[in-house]
């Protein structure tokens, strides 16, 4: 043990062996610094059990080491670690005050002779070497003082002076000076033309001296003159920058500032450079003057940016299904072009681009159809007979007074019936198809003298196999004015006619009423019109119609509505609204008109823009969308509506302002840079921004992972992403993705978004680019549980961790111990240590695993360490502690009887070992008139119940006298019996009855681990771990 220690010596003293095994002739003290590697030794001869070890350091701990010798040699080295006392001041602490590099030091004086201190010295130093270092000298423990340099890290330790000796060194603080701006701007500044809408700045950070620092980034400022000024900002590293997205040929002002922790600098010097040319933008107003069944008239505007000079104009036209234009180009005044020489009835695509002497910029498209010289609004039915059709049609648009006939062709989906054609100068033909039950397409074209026009729309019609014996088909009901029904209707399939068809019942009547009202049709015209007069107007009809022969009136149709004549809408759409508004597109909503006057069939939208008007048509909707805008070009809207008679008013005019169009897709993603963890992607800025860009969205989806389904879910999906990706978003590139996992390919596109009039306008995403991160480390396994405890067994059971990082393959589970115990067969504290490490194999597809561990100290508590890896390394440990089952201590010494009175002895109980659990407390049992067949292992003579049945029939009993609760002051522990005291403290009273005179008794203790205790009831060994030994007494 270590008698005594100072600064600079330690005083030991040891006792005997335990078993000398001989002659002793010497011990051997052998001591070192605990971080040194080798020993100083002194030889002591056998007499000597204390040694003074001078000449250590101060505030040092040292390993001392004695052993004894024999004539044979030298024995095991019993080991004490002791550390020399200190003169170091302690407490030392420093912080900033006042100004950025006044500081204030307080410390308390040294543990060891403080009473002798005469002053103290505080020393600083620069943990670089640029800052010069110092001390500051005082006799108080606080001195205020100015460290030489701004924004520095210093180290600064206190050391005590006793007269002219200097004590130990403080514990060193670390403490760094405030800075402030930076007071010049950065160096020789530089900008260059990159490309038409680029421009590169290059520069030097400002002298270190004045960057008062760690510069955090720097400002750029730059403008066009007379124009808003604009900023960029950039990290502290760079030295480049370029401006994007600038104006072409156009001189921008630049200025540079230095920024740190505490703002920005001076600007620099301004410097001036022009953008470089480019292309123009599209041609403006690009619009269709006139056109004709051959040509068609261009014009167009000068683009809104020209960007250089304009050299030329090219305009391209082809079909509009068709894959190659034709060009030609026209000089730089020419705004109007005439396209000649083109197909009737065709539509086609003119595109108008300007150039300079860069290159050719965006083209302005438009789609224009020529006219048709086709008949329109073809029919045909069938008529009078299975095969016999009647077909009518509303002469070209286009040249209608030039026509001088028709040509009607007939032609059969299938192949096996025959073609042909009909001519005529009218414009209705009635003609037999060839074949009954076949379908047929039919035509009509105009002639002009000897000229053929556009073939009409097809119109498809198949003819009647049989008559049928069933109700008349086809039978439809149309207004003709506002008092009169068109009732037309075909007649039923031969093969249920039964004989000729001899004419035809119309039954009609108001839906609304129950008047029924009929009229007859003679003859056996299979298809035929008939009008109702008489009606009320505007009125639904119920209306059936039936075929007769001689037999009589077969069935009716089923009834058909039909509302008699209509007028015009009397009042136009209501509620016109844009529901969506884009750059290239608008969608319309609107209410039917207030007085329809009938069934609306269509409604004409009107929509103009400068000198251009369109019309869209269309039906059975309230909502209609308007395609092929310009973009950020101010439209007016109007909308009428239409019944079969005529249209109606035009509603109010509705200005509408299209979209400037989206960003265009950003281009060269690629990945610069990869960790485990994180991901670098750089990316260049879309071709066409179409406005001020404000950030670009980063989307990332793990499209393959080598570990199973355990991802992180930390991460919010953003509202622009889609089902199951992730996305963040960027002001510029790179862009960083951090927090990933190990060993993951991400699937990562990127999209522009700018801004206008307060809305975002999302470009389309980039083609996907896959990135897989580098494989880590894992994280920690998760819950690490035991099982299966047992005095000496215990399970460990864990699962795979949150974040493998990479394929994990194997675990390590480690247990650790250093138990201090007493020996109770050397009377002194031992260490026992114990430790041991169990190697796991990982599977791919297994998520939980466990291992056993064997051979345990009872009652003992081990840490437990759980631990994967990965090709990578070792990953993050989770601890466990886990302690085994107590088990029975050894049996106590046997206790001494120091003193024995008349009916009192005072019993001596010595210490027992606590190797397998802590000893919680002793009983001592009393047997009078001693008798071995009391004491057998397994009988219970020790409760109250048992000692009354005993004393009863004459016998000799125990009892337990009473409890010593631990800890205890000291060993061996006196215990007084037969003082009549009692012992309420474990909820059992124990009666310490007087012992009698001249009797012999037998007295045990026994040791604890489990804090139970027996009551009035049978108790086991095994449940309550406890061994005894005995000690007569005799009383005389």
């Not at 597109?585 to 008109?593: D, G, I, L, N, T």
């Not at 989307?699 to 570990?707: D, G, K, M, Q, R």
């Not at 991460?715 to 790179?734: D, H, I, N, W, Y």
């Not at 089952?885 to 003193?899: I, N, Y």
Request: glycine fraction near 6%; aromatic fraction near 8%.
């Amino acid at each position: 043990m270590v008698d005594s220690v100072s600064d600079s010596m330690v005083t030991l003293s040891w006792g005997l062996p335990s078993s000398a095994n001989g002659v002793i002739t010497q011990y051997i003290v052998q001591y070192r610094r605990l971080t040194g590697s080798s020993n100083t030794a002194v030889n002591l001869n056998s007499s000597t059990l204390m040694y003074t070890v001078t000449g250590l350091a101060t505030d040092v701990e040292y390993q001392f080491r004695v052993a004894a010798a024999t004539v044979v040699g030298m024995g095991p080295f019993a080991v004490i670690v002791q550390q020399t006392e200190s003169t170091a001041p302690v407490n030392v602490t420093v912080m900033i005050v006042e100004s950025p590099r006044r500081v204030m030091a307080t410390w308390q004086p040294p543990i060891t002779n403080a009473d002798m201190v005469t002053g103290y010295i505080i020393t600083y130093s620069p943990v670089e070497s640029f800052a010069s270092e110092g001390n500051v000298s005082t006799t108080s423990r606080v001195v205020t003082f100015n460290l030489p340099e701004e924004f520095v890290t210093y180290h600064i330790t206190a050391r005590a002076v006793f007269n002219t000796t200097l004590g130990s060194l403080s514990n060193v603080v670390t403490i760094t000076t405030y800075s402030t701006a930076p007071s010049s701007p950065p160096q020789n500044v530089m900008v260059s033309s990159v490309d038409p809408s680029s421009l590169q700045v290059t520069w030097e950070p400002p002298p270190a001296i004045d960057q008062n620092g760690a510069l955090t980034g720097y400002q750029i400022t730059y403008s066009q003159s007379g124009a808003a000024v604009m900023a960029a900002s950039t990290s502290a590293t760079s030295s480049t920058y370029t401006l994007a997205g600038l104006v072409s040929f156009v001189e921008y002002s630049v200025q540079l500032a230095a920024v740190n922790a505490d703002g920005s600098g001076p600007l620099s010097t301004s410097v001036v450079a022009r953008s470089g040319q480019d292309v123009p933008t599209v041609p403006s107003s690009l619009m269709v003057d006139s056109v004709s069944d051959s040509m068609v008239t261009l014009s167009w505007g000068l683009p809104s940016s020209a960007n250089g000079v304009i050299t030329q104009y090219i305009v391209q036209y082809r079909r509009l299904t068709g894959s190659s234009n034709t060009a030609v180009n026209l000089n730089s005044s020419t705004l109007m072009y005439t396209v000649t020489g083109l197909a009737t009835d065709v539509e086609y695509q003119f595109r108008v681009a300007a150039a300079t002497v860069v290159g050719m910029g965006p083209f302005a498209v438009i789609v224009q159809q020529t006219e048709s010289t086709a008949p329109v609004n073809v029919t045909v039915m069938i008529v009078e007979s299975p095969r016999r059709v009647m077909a009518t049609w509303q002469p070209p648009i286009t040249n209608a007074d030039m026509v001088t006939g028709y040509i009607i062709t007939y032609s059969p989906v299938e192949s096996f019936a025959s073609e042909g054609n009909v001519s005529t100068t009218s414009r209705v033909v009635t003609f037999n198809l060839p074949e009954e039950f076949v379908t047929y397409h039919i035509t009509a074209r105009a002639v002009f003298n000897t000229t053929l026009g556009s073939l009409s729309n097809v119109v498809t019609i198949t003819t009647y196999s049989t008559v049928p014996f069933d109700p008349p088909r086809n039978v439809m009901v149309m207004d003709t004015d506002p008092a009169m029904l068109s009732v037309t209707y075909s007649g039923p399939a031969v093969e249920s006619v039964n004989g000729n068809i001899t004419g035809y019942v119309i039954r009609y009547g108001g839906v609304d009423t129950d008047e029924s009202l009929t009229t007859m049709v003679d003859g056996d015209i299979i298809t035929t019109t008939v009008v109702i007069t008489g009606l009320a107007p505007y009125t639904n009809y119920s209306v059936e119609v039936a075929a007769v022969n001689v037999n009589g009136t077969g069935p009716f149709s089923d009834p058909v509505i039909g509302l008699s004549g209509q007028l015009g809408p009397g009042s136009p759409p209501q509620s016109l609204n844009v529901v969506t508004i884009e750059s290239s597109f608008m969608v319309v909503s609107w209410m039917e008109p207030a007085a329809p006057n009938g069934v609306i069939l269509t409604y004409e939208i009107q929509y103009r823009a400068l000198n251009e008007t369109n019309v869209l048509n269309v039906s059975n909707t309230l909502m209609a969308t308007i395609e092929g805008l310009a973009s950020d070009t101010l439209y007016t809207v109007k909308i009428r509506a239409f019944t079969r008679v005529s249209g109606g008013p035009y509603s109010n005019k509705l200005n509408v302002t299209t979209l400037p169009q989206a960003p265009d897709p950003v281009t060269n993603v690629t990945l610069s840079s990869m960790s485990s963890t994180t991901l670098t992607i750089h990316w260049v800025e879309p071709f066409i921004p179409h406005g001020l860009i404000i950030h670009y969205n980063l989307f990332y989806l793990p499209v393959s992972n080598p570990y199973g389904s355990i991802m992180s879910s930390k991460r919010k999906r953003r509202q622009f992403a889609l089902e199951g990706e992730l996305a963040t978003t960027f002001t510029e590139s790179p862009g960083t993705l951090t927090n990933l996992n190990g060993s993951v390919t991400y699937s990562i596109q990127l999209s522009a978004v700018a801004m206008f009039n307060g809305q975002e306008l999302i470009g389309d995403r980039s083609p996907a680019i896959m990135a897989t991160t580098l494989e880590g480390v894992p994280s920690a396994p998760l819950n690490v549980a035991s099982f299966n405890v047992t005095k000496v067994d215990v399970g460990i059971s864990w699962e795979r961790p949150d974040r493998p990082n990479g394929l994990i393959t194997d675990y390590t589970v480690t247990h650790d111990v250093s138990k201090v115990y007493f020996n109770q067969s050397t009377r002194e504290m031992e260490v026992f240590n114990d430790n041991d490490t169990m190697d796991v194999m990982a599977t791919f597809d297994v998520i939980m695993y466990s291992t056993d561990f064997t051979d345990l100290l009872p009652g003992t508590q081990y840490q437990f360490s759980v631990v994967a890896y990965t090709g990578v390394g070792e990953g993050t440990t989770t601890d466990l502690l886990v302690s085994t089952l107590p088990d029975a201590p050894p049996s106590p010494p046997t206790p001494q009887v120091s003193k024995i009175a008349d009916h009192t002895a005072v019993l001596d109980i010595q210490q027992t070992s606590d190797i397998y659990g802590a000893v919680i407390y002793y009983s001592v049992v009393v047997q009078k008139d001693y008798n071995d067949s009391l004491l057998a292992i397994g009988s219970d003579p020790y409760n109250k119940e048992a000692a009354s049945q005993a004393a009863t029939s004459g016998q000799s009993y125990g009892y337990i006298a009473g409890i010593v609760l631990l800890p205890v002051n000291s060993y061996p522990y006196s215990y007084t019996l037969g003082d009549d005291s009692r012992s309420n403290n474990r909820e059992v009273d124990y009666d310490n009855t007087a012992l009698q005179a001249n009797t012999t008794y037998a007295v045990m203790v026994r040791a604890y681990t489990s804090d139970q205790l027996v009551s009035t009831t049978t108790y086991s060994y095994e449940q309550f771990h406890f061994r005894f030994s005995s000690m007569l007494i005799v009383l005389l």
